[in-house]
């Protein structure tokens, strides 16, 4: 660490230990080192708020001015401490650690990593509560609701194409019905292959999603076609004799794997992947 920068860090906690309010106030300076947070924030009207982000919190564009803290989990502690932020949006899993270090160093955190649809509504609502923009969280909050309760409806009395969403591939790590994903693939109508597994995101053994048999394969692994197909016994899969091999060209993982306003569109993709499935039976 460089001398001035070494000063600035001192001059900055001695700043945050003097006042005893610190971390309790928001002075409406935001660090989000969640790209879920990092959305719902700007679909409340608090892009302007916000000073710092990690790499991940690419969407909306605009965030691409404000200032890089460092990416998910390698974080930068010096730069955020220098951004001055009233409140810093962390998220669960390995950013625990950090936001147990703020914290103790005076600066006020709030976790964000809801694990289902019900715990998003709620988070929204806290958002709100926490930024003083509650009646704008309420409609955000109700809006996705109606519309994810549209498609639940629409996928009603429909058949149910089994879905394998791969998320590694070293490892092969798949979701459960427990996951965020797999409540969203259920709700568009799918049947998620894994109900339960260790944990929410977790290893899968390749004989089982063998057994699986899905109809549909979402491949978020960076794995191509033609790799997926040369693993042994993988060529009977129903998704792959059929064609039902989808990647990040054909939906969004963002849509899907991040707890924000787009969930919506990734709902829609999801519904309509499951009625061209339908269509061709």
Sequence with gaps: MNIKLY???????ALLFSCKTTGQKDSGRYVVLSPEVA???????LEDRIVG???????????????????????????IIQLQPGIIFSSALE????????????????SFYPTSLE???????????????????NALSDSLKQSLQAVMQEAEG????????????????????QSFVGALIELAGGDNVFDRLERDYARVDP???IEAAPDIMICYSQ????????????????????????????????????????IVDGAKRLRELCNQWEQKL
């Excluded at 715990?119 to 969280?137: D, F, H």
């Design 39 to 45: 959305e719902l924030l700007c679909a409340l009207g």
């Design 95 to 110: 950013q625990e650690a950090i936001a147990a270090e703020f914290t103790k160093l005076g600066l006020r955190v709030e």
């Design 7 to 13: 000063l600035v860090l001192l001059i900055s906690l």
């Design 158 to 177: 429909k058949r149910r194409p089994r879905i394998y969403l791969e998320i590694y591939r070293d490892p092969l790590m798949s979701v459960s019905d």
């Design 119 to 137: 715990q998003l509504y709620e988070g929204i609502t806290r958002l709100g509560e926490i930024t003083g923009t509650q009646s704008r969280a």
């Design 223 to 262: 794995d191509s076609l033609q790799s997926i197909l040369s693993r042994k016994g993988w060529q009977d899969i129903p998704a792959l004799k059929n064609g039902r091999v989808y990647f990040e060209a054909d939906i969004n993982p963002d849509w899907i794997q991040r707890a924000g306003p787009r």
């Design 53 to 79: 982000v990690t790499k991940e919190c690419s969407y909306p564009p605009a965030l691409a001015s404000k200032e890089i803290v460092g990416d998910f989990g390698a974080l930068d502690r010096e730069k």
């Design 207 to 209: 004989e089982k999603v």
